[in-house]
């Protein structure tokens, strides 16, 4: 050992010390916590190859890729509290990739197969679309940090969220390809405004139901309940373009539904002298 040479240090430890002290860095982490994020990851890949097969031109392969990707989307929170596998990573995670997955897919798609006859006003309509997804993900990240939120509101989206707004948006291609209407450009200016109809229904304050509260199922409805399920599963097997179509009208027809359920709970909250909030909490600069 040189003059001078610190005593002790890690290349003059025992052999093996300084290595577990490094090992020490890196924590293992539990499966509960992976699982979530490996569904999360997989309907990203289901987005970016509806992308490559939008511009291949198999666009009903794409459609049905964001559906499954919707799909996941709804089941890797729900994975996660069950195996109490929740974190933050895996929200910011989520919330990347639900924007490409409902908000850069469904609009590069739509303007693949049908916008683009408008040039200019079909781009901007997709921009718009992409626009109001991230501006949904990033008010629902604020808001869901709001600890003065009433406990009812948790069974309401403030806007249509990005995966029913990428599968309602959608509803011209299910149109044509399971109803038969015509894809050309008189139809064009109509799918556009559309477009512009559904981007404003995710970036406006407009209350949706939130499907987030259903949980166990009552043991006497659990048959007809199970019963059902398999029946839409068949359903949607066997005529998926109108199973979308009939999801999506009926998806824009619960919207003033919930909207009057969502003043109810308002008026309930006044009487008994509860002011909720009315403004989201301030976004930090």
């Known amino acids: 050992m040189a003059e001078g040479d610190p005593v002790g240090t890690e290349d003059q430890a025992p052999l093996g010390l300084g290595r577990r002290g490094r090992l020490r860095r890196f924590r293992r982490i539990p499966m509960r916590f992976v699982l979530p994020n490996l569904v999360t990851l997989l309907a990203l890949c289901l987005g970016l190859t ?59 798609l739509l303007y693949f197969w049908s916008l683009h006859d408008n040039r200019s006003l079909g781009w901007f309509a997709a921009l718009i679309f992409a626009v109001a997804c991230a501006l949904r993900l990033a008010r629902f990240n604020v808001m869901s940090d709001d600890p003065n939120r009433p406990a009812w509101m948790g069974h309401f989206f403030v806007g249509m969220p990005a995966p029913a707004g990428a599968v309602v948006v959608m509803l011209p291609m299910y149109l044509h390809f399971g109803a038969g209407m015509p894809n050309d450009r008189s139809f064009a200016g109509f799918e556009s405004l559309y477009v512009l109809l559904v981007a404003f229904l995710m970036a406006s304050r407009i209350p949706n139901f939130s499907g987030k509260k259903i949980g166990r199922v009552p043991r006497e409805w659990f048959i007809p309940v199970l ?33 009057r359920r969502y003043r109810a709970y308002q008026r309930e909250d006044e009487a008994a002298g509860i002011t909720p909030p009315t403004t989201p909490p301030e976004i930090p600069g």
Request: negative net charge; charged residues 15%; glycine residues 8%.
């Open 227 to 259: 019963f059902g399920v398999m029946v839409a599963l068949l359903l949607t097997a066997t005529y998926p373009m109108q199973v979308l179509i009939a999801l999506s009208l009926a998806y824009m027809l619960l919207i003033p539904i919930s909207v």
């Open 50 to 108: 509806a992308i490559r097969l939008a511009t291949e031109g198999a666009y009903e392969n794409a459609v049905l890729s964001i559906i499954a990707a919707a799909i996941l989307d709804g089941l890797d929170g729900r994975i996660a509290r069950a195996l109490e596998g929740t974190s933050r990573f895996g929200a910011e995670l989520d919330s990347l990739a639900d924007f490409v997955d409902f908000g850069v897919a469904p609009a590069l």
